[in-house]
């Protein structure tokens, strides 16, 4: 089974600033990776599929790149609404452990 | 509109079976590369993928829970249903279904939840 690390685990940050995200996974999984974004007591929303590729509806300021076995994702100019929680994951289905986005 | 709702009990006896249900519209488990899976999340953690099943019947399972999962679907009602057999308290969680291609029209989302239920809380508890 795929294994998926993130880091940092939590992060504080300023309205405006770039914020990213890095996952790694065990072996080689391609381009085959998922994004999503949580808030309490809400379901997980996709926000990047096969590492780089925007939803409908999502915001151009949020970002994907990698491939193999390191991914990054990217927002550009962090907004209020993007204080969460943020999971990597891979198509056999395991998830990341999660980064926190928190206000500084 | 695609719109998925999970249903179940909301309180489970250990070494009791849970059975939910999602039921979904706006796409068919009749289409070519679609899938549904159930995920759960326990407080305060990291989601956990459960288990999948594809439009053409194949199933799969989380390698650590598989002898206790059973995935299905029913089509015609437009139905998956998890059974979980020996309910423990650590399987306490919100447990969610979620629309899960493999590709969807042109575009290839190789297993990304696109679309989530609401979730259902299951506790586990004599």
């Known amino acids: 089974d795929v294994q998926l690390t993130q880091s940092p685990s939590f992060l504080s940050a300023s309205i405006g600033d770039r914020v990213t995200i890095t996952c790694r996974a065990s072996q080689d999984i391609t381009t085959y990776l998922a994004w999503y974004q949580q808030k309490p007591g809400r379901a997980p929303k996709l926000l990047i599929y096969?590492?780089?590729n925007l939803p409908s509806g999502v915001p151009p300021r949020f970002s994907g790149s990698g491939s193999g076995k390191e991914f990054t994702l990217t927002i550009s100019s962090l907004q209020p609404e993007d204080f969460a929680t943020y999971y990597c994951q891979e198509p056999g289905g395991t998830f990341g452990p999660g980064t926190k986005v928190d206000i500084k | 509109q695609v719109t998925l709702r999970e249903s179940g009990p909301a309180l489970v006896k250990p070494t009791q079976t849970l059975t939910l249900t999602c039921t979904f519209s706006g796409f068919s488990l009749t289409t070519g590369g679609m899938c549904v899976s159930w995920i759960r999340q326990p407080p305060g953690k990291a989601p956990e993928w459960l288990a999948r099943?594809?439009?053409?019947?194949?199933?799969y399972y989380n390698t650590s829970l598989k002898t206790r999962l059973t995935i299905s679907k029913d089509t015609s009602k437009n139905q998956v249903v998890l059974t979980m057999t020996n309910m423990d308290p650590v399987d306490t969680a919100t447990y969610y279904c979620a629309r899960t291609p493999q590709w969807l029209g042109a575009k290839y989302y190789y297993h990304a939840m696109d679309a989530w239920g609401q979730g259902t809380t299951v506790t586990v508890s004599s």
């Open positions: 099943i594809d439009w053409d019947d194949d199933k």
């Open positions: 096969v590492a780089f």
